[in-house]
């Protein structure tokens, strides 16, 4: 059986991680000027959770449970409409910067000496960690919000890809997308989406690794799957069926190449 090797996606998770550190980084910038901004608390929470959900499914057991934790905090941050206040911002930033610490300790192997417990016990003091249909909710709308992004990137990249079927940038990227949306996927309890992404993912990489040849029918067939995977993100954002039977287009990805051989 095919088994994605999760050391050659390292490159992945330190990809994604700068670009949500980063975005943190800017949120907190706006928060020091402008406290209220409830989109800008929303965006770290955005940040914490999808960095948690991305070490987890890659086994940084060292990090998850600080981010874990920072996204509790800061979505009853969120939730409660809170004033940023110095305090609390101080508290959150120095977190960002121990998960910056904690991601270049899996880079490089150094020890930062980041006391993870400090920074938990820090964040949990912020304020008192509620759980409940609230919180399940703030997450899921997380997961659509970034869902709706990396398909609206997913529709750039196919086009480009139908006119240079075996740019490997490209097919890295959008193996990187689905990879990802899998990782979420399978945070928030959706199933047929992470099964049917995690043999998508299996039939990008084999064709971003070269180990198969890129072809124009292949990439019909990819936007084919990407048009699917809307209609299970349909069903899933409004609760209601609409009849999309995935076992076929599934065994259909698992069997590919040996199909098209």
Do not use: W
Request: contains cysteine.
């Amino acid at each position: 059986m095919y088994e994605i090797d999760f050391d050659k996606f390292k490159d992945i998770f330190f990809a994604e991680a700068k670009e949500h550190l980063d975005a943190a980084d800017a949120s907190l910038e706006i928060l020091r000027n402008d406290p209220v901004n409830v989109s800008a608390i929303f965006e770290l929470f955005r940040a914490a959770h999808t960095l948690k959900s991305m070490a987890a499914t890659m086994g940084f057991d060292k990090v998850t449970p600080l981010l874990q934790e920072m996204a509790k905090g800061l979505d009853k941050l969120n939730k409660s409409k809170t004033t940023m206040i110095p305090e609390i911002l101080v508290v959150v930033n120095e977190c960002f910067e121990g998960v910056k610490a904690l991601v270049d300790e899996v880079a490089t192997g150094a020890d930062r000496g980041i006391s993870i417990d400090t920074l938990i016990g820090k964040m949990r003091a912020v304020s008192e960690i509620r759980h409940g249909d609230q919180e399940v909710a703030l997450v899921k709308d997380v997961f659509f919000s970034e869902l709706a992004d990396y398909l609206n990137s997913a529709n750039d990249l196919l086009e480009r890809l139908a006119e240079n079927p075996e740019n490997r940038l490209i097919l890295f990227e959008l193996f990187r997308i689905v990879f990802t949306v899998k990782s979420m996927a399978a945070t928030v309890g959706y199933d047929s989406i992470t099964r049917f992404t995690a043999s998508l993912a299996r039939v990008l990489d084999e064709l971003r690794e070269g180990r198969q040849v890129a072809t124009v029918d292949n990439v019909m067939f990819i936007a084919g799957c990407f048009d699917i995977l809307r209609v299970l993100r349909d069903e899933a954002y409004t609760g209601k069926t609409r009849n999309v039977n995935i076992e076929a287009p599934t065994r259909e990805l698992d069997t590919f190449f040996s199909q098209n051989s």
